[in-house]
């Protein structure tokens, strides 16, 4: 590599700051977590490093120390004194110049941030209208990486049809998830969500809302749903780490039973907030 | 966003540098372009200036002028002063906190690399082996795009192998293309690769060596092939930007042919770079 060109600058090779030969910007290779705090208590704090760490080793990214990136993460969330904080952190393979082969020899880069989690009281409360899009996401999607151009485009088509989030659909026709949350329809006294596959992100949130579902004595079918299916569905939810369960009243241009929050998200979110304090 | 931790360091979020907000290492949200030059002359810039401006369209980025990026690209080149120079530049959607939809209001950010292009004559030579990799790319592969975490994994697997270059393999047995480049057998009289469709990049090479396959006298077929087909072809090629064409003489552990490169893919490359000077 002899001289780059940022924006309109061109600079030395050997004058650029490696921040711009990411690998995480050049291919999206790093693995990511978002973690949440409930008034001051962090939430599932171990699930997340372990998830971090098995997303880490699916990519190869060696020579991570969990031990430290928990530290980090402690004070940095310390440091910003955000009693409901969402936690995001990223670590890439490393700065170099460009070349799909990775080394073992890359120094990871650790990059996170600390910021109020938005407040969606009025989304659970009221419920949201989602809508779906093809799935067109890789075959990994049980590793969290970097890769998220697949959902950056389906979340962005849903906003702009003013639905708060998107629901993927493959190819078959299936509903596998959200494109940032795991998805869930009540019908009678089941509660059903795609099974644990490459296919879907093993959401944290998604264990601890079938835990809540056993608790109010939902039967759980890990099962995948078409899209006519949800639609017919009692009631429909999502569930993120920063949004915990949020009941769905429109799916596409079909409401959702009378169009209102079921009794189910009311009972789910009180279970599952029990698990937060 | 209240607070960024860039390694073990804590910056207000005032002071962060926007490089390290870009959405290209959020999401991989942006598309690239590698073009080359020989002995000083670039090489097919129109035909990848219109691919450029179809991947910025069909993941939405807007407002990016194409001709600011042929002078931009034209100056860096030019500065560089390298006869047989490799151009890489991306564009990313932005730096904004992060968020997966993304609003018309984000301002692109734009990077650009010239390095000397590696000699690879000794793999034109001999040939290269290959190995195969499931294809775990997402379902938008017409799109140029810096989601390239299949492509990386594919390529180091290839590499510990001591090959140079991933085969990617579907999940109906077929091979879509190489992890960086197009991939072409010789059988018969027939020179066959696999068709445009969403599964695999529209390769200017590619369009390039199949003009070279009819002027040497050979039928092109369009259609995918399997493993086993490949394995037992006449000839097998890969070609990309920076490669031109390249014989492969070793397809996971079959030998191809006689294991030496055959005489196609010495007339397909003398009649790909007469289309260069």
Chains 1, 2 share one sequence.
Not at 141 to 152: E, Q, T
Not at 182 to 200: D, H, K, M, S
Request: net charge neutral; with cysteine; hydrophobic share 45%.
């Amino acid at each position: 590599m002899q001289i780059v060109m940022i924006g309109d600058k061109i600079v030395p090779a050997e004058d650029v700051d490696p921040v711009y030969l990411d690998r995480g910007t050049f291919f999206g290779d790093g693995v990511y977590e978002v973690i949440r705090s409930y008034d001051g208590r962090i939430f599932a704090l171990e699930e997340h490093l372990q998830r971090f760490a098995n997303s880490l080793s699916a990519i190869g990214i060696a020579g991570v120390d969990i031990d430290q990136v928990r530290r980090r993460l402690l004070r940095a969330f310390d440091a910003a004194g955000i009693a409901d904080a969402k936690v995001y952190f990223h670590v890439t393979r490393g700065s170099a110049p460009r070349d799909r082969v990775c080394t073992a020899d890359m120094q990871p880069n650790f990059f996170l941030t600390v910021s109020k989690v938005a407040d969606n009281s009025e989304n659970r409360t009221n419920g949201i209208a989602v809508s779906t899009h093809p799935d067109w996401r890789w075959k990994r999607c049980d590793i969290k990486s970097l890769n998220l151009l697949a959902n950056v485009l389906a979340s962005t088509a849903a906003a702009k049809k003013s639905c708060a989030e998107a629901i993927l659909v493959d190819e078959a026709g299936l509903i596998t998830e959200g494109a940032g949350s795991a998805f869930f329809a009540v019908r009678g006294q089941t509660l059903q969500t795609a099974p644990l596959t490459a296919n879907i992100l093993p959401s944290i949130t998604r264990e601890f809302t079938l835990k809540a579902g056993r608790n109010v004595g939902l039967e759980i079918v890990e099962e995948s749903l078409t899209k006519e299916q949800a639609a017919r569905a009692d009631e429909l939810l999502i569930a993120s780490t920063t949004q915990d369960i949020v009941p769905v009243v429109r799916f596409d241009d079909k409401v959702v039973a009378d169009g209102k929050p079921g009794k189910y998200a009311k009972l789910l979110n009180r279970e599952f907030r029990s698990f937060t304090v």
